[in-house]
């Protein structure tokens, strides 16, 4: 299929190898063709395509909230993560106390972007969520881990402060805007 070649000057190729049997009359394998296509470009336009119709995706995911609900969804879900932040923090070990917090919280992010549709951060939250329900088992099959935690926290955050960007800049949306 497809290989990653470093080029002496830094520059990564992505190269797109295809091969194709050569025969002669009986049907044997007398050569083969190896045809080598530098597609690195078409995986950048690519990229650059996806990371587009991701963020219109989004732009109509907050659209569909009126401006009130959206910016309180926002403040509330960062108080969220920072209480969480907070009781990870102060647990270097498994607490379940804390850790039924957390999911609780978790599930809290999660139930309301989904009731809003915000597919992209409603599913990112329940990546963390399943994890922190893992650690709740009697034997969960991971470790408690601070620095894993704190990471998967701050994606979440980098997600909901990205939302609240598209809408701010994107959309011209500041603030709770007018009830009614």
């Known amino acids: 299929g497809e290989i990653e070649k470093k080029m002496p000057d830094g520059r990564v190729k992505i190269l797109d190898l295809n091969w194709s049997p050569i025969t002669d009359d009986a049907n044997t394998t007398v050569r083969l063709m190896l045809c080598v296509r530098d597609v690195t470009e078409l995986r950048k336009l ?107 926290l701050l994606s979440i955050r980098e997600m909901i402060e990205h939302y609240a960007k598209v809408n701010e800049v994107s959309l011209g949306r500041r603030g709770p805007g007018r009830r009614g």
Not at 109 to 119: C, E, P, S, V
Request: hydrophobic share 35%.
């Open 46 to 152: 690519a990229s650059e395509a996806n990371k587009q119709k991701c963020e219109l995706e989004i732009i109509g995911e907050i659209l569909a909230v009126t401006q009130e609900k959206f910016h309180e969804f926002i403040t509330s879900s960062l108080k969220f993560i920072d209480e969480n932040e907070l009781l990870i923090r102060e647990n270097p070990v498994n607490n379940s106390e804390a850790l039924t917090k957390v999911v609780r919280n978790m599930h809290t992010i999660k139930g309301n972007a989904r009731t809003y549709g915000l597919r992209h951060l409603t599913n990112i939250v329940h990546q963390a969520e399943h994890t922190y329900s893992e650690l709740r088992k009697p034997s969960p099959d991971i470790a408690w881990d601070q620095a894993t935690q704190m990471d998967a």
